[in-house]
């Protein structure tokens, strides 16, 4: 047990598992600044929401590409993107299109597997500043994403915002965005005042705090050890 504690080549390689979460995330990037920036400014009419659904794809293929290294968090993650994906799929079709609600309850679900891998990975590697810096926008738009997620199923939980069947895909695509904004910056949502709401964006901002103060005090403490 002492030679494998002590044997070089096991700590390169612990080195490398620990580095693979900061290799992987310009992949995970291709799919998410598409979705904050190309996804909301596309049209609001039926026929983007093939598109918007590409992109959402990619997302989870991206997403479970950065999950491959533990085989019970990549099955996890393979299980809750293969419902999200079907779902969204199937609610191309206008007798159907009510089931993207549903569907964003899965992609709530794998995004929060996969921002909670990427917070243990913030904590727990030892990277550069611009790991820890990628490392955080990734998390606050993996964050944002599910927050303006969850606002967007919240204003239909409470009834409080009317939804078009036919046209789900682009008020969700209007709350991803928003939900960047309100995990950075907070303030009120434009889905309507609820105690749910309310709850979410309490919970977001301090989220968003609380991340933002943990990369600080990660890059500090990464400049003062170089110093010392």
């Not at 997403?63 to 085989?71: E, F, H, L, S, T």
């Not at 079709?93 to 929060?112: D, H, N, R, T, V």
């Not at 434009?190 to 968003?208: A, E, I, W």
Request: charge should be positive; proline fraction near 5%.
């Amino acid at each position: 047990m002492d030679f494998i504690r002590q044997n070089p080549d096991t700590q390169i390689n612990t080195s490398k598992g620990r580095k693979k979460a900061w290799n992987d995330l310009p992949i995970l990037f291709l799919a998410l600044i598409p979705m904050v920036i190309i996804v909301p400014v596309l049209p609001s009419e039926p026929s983007a929401r093939p598109v918007i659904l590409i992109f959402l794809t990619f997302l989870f293929i991206t997403g479970i590409y950065g999950m491959r290294g533990n085989r019970r968090r990549f099955l996890l993650s393979c299980i809750l993107a293969l419902i999200a994906i079907e779902t969204f799929w199937v609610s191309v079709w206008p007798a159907a299109s009510s089931l993207f609600l549903p569907a964003e309850f899965f992609l709530l679900l794998f995004l929060g597997h996969q921002a909670g891998y990427l917070f243990q990975e913030l904590i727990t590697s030892e990277g550069g500043i611009m790991d820890i810096i990628s490392g955080t926008t990734a998390l606050l738009m993996t964050g944002g994403i599910m927050l303006g997620t969850s606002l967007h199923l919240s204003g239909w939980i409470s009834r409080t915002a009317v939804y078009d069947p036919a046209l789900l895909h682009s008020s969700f695509a209007k709350a991803i965005p928003e939900g960047v904004l309100l995990l950075i910056r907070g303030g009120e949502s434009s889905f309507g005042s609820s105690p749910l709401t309310t709850v979410l964006l309490m919970t977001g901002s301090v989220c968003g705090f609380l991340l933002l103060a943990l990369s600080a005090g990660k890059i500090a403490g990464y400049c003062g050890k170089n110093r010392g």
